[in-house]
T-cell receptor, first 110, second 113 residues
Framework: GQNIDQPTEMTATEGAIVQINCTYQ??????LFWYQQHAGEAPTFLSY????GLEEKGRFSSFLSRSKGYSYLLLKELQMKDSASYLC???????????FGKGTSLLVTP | EAQVTQNPRYLITVTGKKLTVTCSQN?????MSWYRQDPGLGLRQIYY???????DKGDVPEGYKVSRKEKRNFPLILESPSPNQTSLYFC????????????FGPGTRLTVT
């Protein structure tokens, strides 16, 4: 099985940087995904890590350490529209099924 | 436009009345999946399909059925809905290969009274 933990809520200020952590314990690992989900909408893909290290994509970066079972999503130059839920998901060894954490609700304040 | 569509988007029904939520994708994806999302519980997988005529249970399959007769469609069937199946449902699809992300449909908000 998979156990994926992330903070329930975070608050940050517009223009600042925020780091959302995700830890996982899995019986198999085949990549880690971050999704963004605005209230009532579908999740949308942000990033994918399968090897250790940092992946950068504009204002968003994601880091993975497989030995520590740890990932983080870094959001820079926060904007009000970044207020959303951020979902960490681990792909199992089959290469298909995604197991999601419960999500981190981020509130960006002026 | 590449997309996953779900119908209906909103549904209020009564206990025991069979219903089907349709899901269709136009990206020729092999893999399709159904999730439910509940407050405090996150996204949980109900069923998934790796290709036509190949389906398997996810984490919370009780009370649901699926079929995959065509590659593009993956309907979710609730034979006898109960109030604990009130939830937000998402269908998703992806192509083969571990690195590819899942594309999600817009969601179906189901209320069972």
């Amino acid at each position: 099985g998979q156990n994926i933990d992330q903070p329930t809520e975070m608050t940050a200020t517009e223009g600042a940087i925020v780091q959302i952590n995700c830890t996982y314990q899995t019986s198999g690992f085949n990549g880690l995904f971050w999704y963004q989900q605005h209230a009532g909408e579908a999740p949308t893909f942000l990033s994918y890590n399968v090897l250790d290290g940092l992946e950068e994509k504009g204002r968003f970066s994601s880091f993975l350490s497989r030995s520590k079972g740890y990932s983080y999503l870094l959001l820079k130059e926060l904007q009000m529209k970044d207020s959303a839920s951020y979902l960490c998901a681990v792909r199992d060894r089959s290469g298909y099924a995604l197991n999601f954490g419960k999500g981190t609700s981020l509130l960006v304040t002026p | 436009e590449a997309q996953v569509t779900q119908n209906p988007r909103y549904l209020i029904t009564v206990t025991g009345k069979k219903l089907t939520v349709t899901c269709s994708q136009n990206m020729n994806h092999e893999y399709m999946s159904w999730y439910r999302q509940d407050p405090g519980l996150g996204l949980r997988q109900i069923y998934y399909s790796m290709n036509v005529e190949v389906t398997d249970k996810g984490d919370v399959p009780e009370g649901y059925k699926v079929s995959r007769k065509e590659k593009r469609n993956f309907p979710l069937i609730l034979e006898s809905p109960s109030p604990n199946q009130t939830s937000l449902y998402f269908c998703a699809s992806k192509t083969s290969g571990a690195s590819y992300e899942q594309y999600f449909g817009p969601g179906t908000r189901l209320t069972v009274t």
